[in-house]
């Protein structure tokens, strides 16, 4: 593994305005390259609150967040809106597709806003749709529901399309937010055999969280946030 890790979480505190308490209060957090990481807890312990400062969305009062060694909150406001489309892929628990186009444009939404995922989509196939097309296919989805819009798909068809999404254009880190809470036993094994082996191709960190520990194993680590949060017993976490 690198001495740089990928994803760096130093000394972090975190509470929503208004909350007299920290939700979380995490000493350290590392991701490797490539590594994946599965995150889980109960319902309301932070999970979602914590990819999102993993992802720079949300930004601590106090303590250090930093990807490929650059701390979200020494960016601007446009500036960190760059650095996130440019290397973390996010697969949102509702997925978050625009409904009305199709899941190949909503595939190659990230390569419209970040010229280093579309040069990169360029080279490993080619041309923009080549790129979609390949991660559509690596997904599992038939070339029939390429040209579809989103809101005509199903719901696992829906996910697997945020999966391609996300994973386009080969960024660093993909953060998956309770991606197989709507899916049977069977679909959540086949969409988590397709994620891990996509992540694996693209050399992408994966962190992953989920309250089902059943497929914990399937990943290189475990952590459970309400062990390496020391406000875990606080209130105010909102998962």
Not at 133 to 161: F, K, N
Not at 210 to 219: K, L, T, V
Request: net charge neutral; proline share 5%.
């Amino acid at each position: 593994m690198a001495d740089q890790p990928l994803m760096e979480l130093t000394n972090l505190r975190f509470a929503w305005p208004g909350d007299a308490h920290d939700c979380l209060d995490i000493a350290a957090l590392r991701v490797q390259s490539g590594e994946t990481v599965f995150l889980h807890g109960p319902s309301g312990c932070g999970k979602s609150t914590l990819l999102s400062l993993l992802a720079g969305v949300l930004l601590p009062q106090a303590g250090r967040v930093a990807l490929l060694g650059t701390n979200w909150a020494e960016l601007r406001p446009a500036a960190r809106d760059r650095q996130r489309v440019d290397h973390v892929g996010y697969i949102f628990q509702q997925f978050n597709l625009l409904p009305y186009l199709t899941a190949l444009d909503n595939v190659l939404l990230p390569c419209r806003f970040s010229a280093r995922r579309r040069d990169a989509a360029r080279r490993q196939a080619g041309s923009l749709h080549a790129a979609a097309e390949h991660w559509l296919a690596g997904m599992g989805l038939d070339a029939s529901v390429w040209q579809r819009p989103a809101h005509t798909l199903s719901v696992g068809q829906q996910q697997r399309v945020a999966a391609a999404r996300a994973l386009v254009g080969g960024p660093a880190l993909i953060i998956a937010d309770e991606p197989t809470s709507s899916l049977d036993e069977d679909r959540r094994d086949a969409f988590l055999d397709l994620l891990l082996s996509a992540c694996s191709t693209a050399s992408s960190a994966l962190v992953l969280v989920s309250h089902d520990r059943r497929i914990a194993g399937r990943f290189d680590r475990q952590l459970s946030l309400p062990e390496i949060n020391r406000a875990a017993q606080g209130a105010g976490a909102l998962a």
